[in-house]
């Protein structure tokens, strides 16, 4: 059974830094390119950042650039996000997915940016 | 980048009666490789969303045949033939065409008259 399972998520203060963890399983994760999508409280999806199977690739939104990293570790089959220079608009749940149509989703894993 | 729009906002529907939620792209979605990469996903009330459906007509392994997706170029539609209470949440249509960025419509709330 495919899973992904997302930690790191809590409350840090604007300005301050946070460090997701995407745990997978079920699937030979060093073959598949991987995302983090974001979800504001009561909103809609957002897409955050994409990295390729590898890791020698990485995107990002406009609204994370320059702030944001993704990186993976295929030994470990697990996918990272470090977020730097946080805002209230960063709060969200984090979700990590697979390949670049999203076919499995993590539960998420609650950022909250407040002071 | 790639503006997804859908409707209607939200959709009161009597259990066992159709639906359908349209979505439209600022942009067409026919890729290079001939291939239109529009998923539809499904987020049921406290849940992660999930695929239901992928290239605009391909549903996801288990999902009910009930549900469907068709359309072209920039407009497309997810039928539902007959609602039942499960299928009460929000969807969203997410193009993977033209990017980064991939871009998600706005979402439509499914809910029980």
């Known amino acids: 059974e495919v899973q992904l399972v997302e930690s790191g998520g809590g409350l840090v203060q604007p300005g301050g830094s946070l460090r997701l963890s995407c745990a997978a399983s079920g699937f030979t994760f060093s073959t598949y390119s991987m995302n983090w999508v974001r979800q504001a409280p009561g909103k809609g999806l957002e897409w955050v950042s994409y990295i390729t199977n590898g890791g020698s690739t990485t995107y990002y939104a406009d609204s994370v650039k320059g702030r944001f990293t993704i990186s993976r570790d295929n030994a470990k089959s697990s996918l990272y996000l470090q977020m730097n220079s946080l805002r209230d608009e960063d709060t969200a749940v984090y979700y990590c997915?697979?390949?670049?149509?999203?076919?499995?989703w993590g539960q998420g894993t609650l950022v909250t940016v407040s002071s | 980048d790639v503006v997804m729009t859908q409707s209607p906002l939200s959709l009161p529907v009597t259990l066992g009666q159709p639906a359908s939620i349209s979505c439209s792209s600022s942009q067409s979605l026919v890729s290079s490789d001939g291939n239109t990469y529009l998923n539809w996903f499904q987020q049921r009330p406290g849940q992660s969303p999930r695929r239901l459906i992928y290239k605009v007509s391909n549903r996801e392994s288990g999902v009910p045949d009930r549900f469907s997706g068709s359309g072209s170029g920039t407009d497309f539609t997810l039928k539902i033939s007959r609602v039942e209470p499960e299928d009460v949440g929000v969807y969203y249509c997410m193009q993977g065409t033209h990017w980064p960025p991939l871009t998600f419509g706005g979402g439509t709330k499914v809910e029980i008259k």
């Open positions: 997915t697979r390949d670049r149509i999203m076919g499995q």
